[in-house]
């Protein structure tokens, strides 16, 4: 199976993933000198230099459980996106939330996930694949997704109340969430692998990379507040 590679071009970096021929994912690092004021957020001249020339889609996150099909270039209200035209990036930037990648074997059509707690709380990553197969007729268990960095449970300490709040929509919440003498942490990983295997995706090679704990390789809103962002890309190319 194929596994994610750093690739550096012009200064810039990016793990790269090709898990079938036609379908490419990305993701960026932090930059070695970051004195931009926008902090990483002017990707789209980045991904010129990795010959991506279409400017990607973007999403207006707003840790809603929204999904919307796209077809060209532009801004969607949408915490998850997905598209059947080739040679369209879709995009999501992250700083702790967890990014999901999804494909399928026939390579007619890739997706996007922005899944936060409140997104995984809603269960963002099921609505997704219930609108994939409503609108395109691709069943979950033709679905492939792939993780990319985010919080660890390693560092992702919530109060209380977040876990009340999961355990009354979730009959298997109390997994997710382990103690230690520090606290209460929240796996957000495992509990959208749960959703999505539940519903018959199959994983691929995952990034489980956590972006607290890898301070020189990715921004993280929990170790330090602010604009930096990391951003995921996928796109289907027609090779």
């Known amino acids: 199976m194929a596994d994610w590679q750093p690739v550096s071009r012009n200064g810039l970096r990016f793990y790269h993933l090709e898990p079938f021929l036609g379908i490419e994912l990305w993701f960026s690092t932090r930059r070695g000198s970051d004195n ?3 902090h990483n957020m002017g990707i789209g001249d980045q991904l010129v230099h990795f010959g991506i020339r279409t400017p990607p889609v973007s ?3 707003t840790h809603s459980n929204t999904v919307g099909r796209v077809e060209r270039s532009g801004e969607v209200q949408a915490d998850a996106c997905f598209t059947a035209q080739a040679n369209l990036a879709l995009s999501v930037r ?4 967890v990014p ?3 494909w399928d074997g026939d390579n007619s059509f890739v997706g996007i996930v922005h899944a936060g707690w409140r997104g995984t709380l809603t269960k963002i990553a099921l609505r997704f694949t ?9 069943e979950a268990h033709r679905l492939n997704y792939a993780l990319g960095p985010s919080i660890g449970k390693c560092c992702y300490k919530v109060g209380k109340e977040i876990l009340d709040a999961f355990k009354q929509t979730w009959p298997e919440a109390e997994r997710f969430f382990s103690r230690n003498r520090d606290g209460l942490f929240l796996d957000l990983r495992a509990a959208n692998r749960f959703l999505l295997s539940a519903a018959g995706a199959v994983e691929g090679k995952s990034l489980d990379l956590c972006t607290s704990c890898e301070r020189k390789r990715f921004y993280s809103y929990r170790r330090e507040p602010g604009d930096g962002r990391n951003w995921g890309f996928i796109i289907r190319t027609d090779k």
């Open 36 to 38: 931009d004021s926008d």
């Open 59 to 61: 999403m207006n996150q």
């Open 94 to 97: 992250v700083a702790d939330c």
């Open 100 to 102: 999901i990648f999804l």
């Open 130 to 138: 219930e609108k994939v197969e409503k609108e395109m007729g691709i």
